[in-house]
């Protein structure tokens, strides 16, 4: 499974962004999603999480209100709106996908990862 991200720059606080996630699996249903960032200097921090349906939601609480995953499996692709960025959101994003069970905050858990792409919020 391949995992390409794309949408990452550079924006203004409170300003928004839209990543994608396109997926090559055949099968993209059975995966749940997730998107992750990564500041330099720091561990990679869960995001967002989405069942295979996309219908059942996780988010970190310092995006929650501000950021949306989603997913269209007829596209096999899934996505993070981001909305209200701030100067702290800036990092480099990852996608990944999760096949079995397994803590959905946890990086260890997912098992196909995305390329990453950078977000820089300016203040």
């Known amino acids: 499974v391949q995992l390409q991200a794309s949408g990452g720059g550079l924006v203004q606080a409170g300003g928004s962004l839209r990543l994608s996630c396109a997926a090559s699996?055949?099968?993209?249903?059975?995966?749940?999603m997730g998107w992750f960032r990564q500041a330099p200097g720091k561990d990679r921090d869960f995001v967002a999480h989405?069942?295979?349906?996309?219908?059942?939601?996780f988010y970190a609480d310092d995006v929650k209100g501000r950021f949306t995953i989603s997913r269209d499996n007829t596209r096999k692709t899934v996505y993070l709106q981001m909305n209200g960025l701030k100067p702290e959101d800036t990092a480099v994003y990852y996608c990944?996908?999760?096949?079995?069970?397994?803590?959905?905050?946890?990086?260890?858990?997912?098992?196909?990862w995305g390329q990453g792409t950078q977000v820089t919020v300016s203040s």
């Open positions: 699996a055949r099968t993209f249903e059975i995966f749940e």
């Open positions: 989405c069942n295979w349906s996309g219908v059942s939601t």
């Open positions: 990944a996908a999760k096949e079995y069970s397994g803590d959905y905050f946890v990086p260890a858990a997912y098992n196909y």
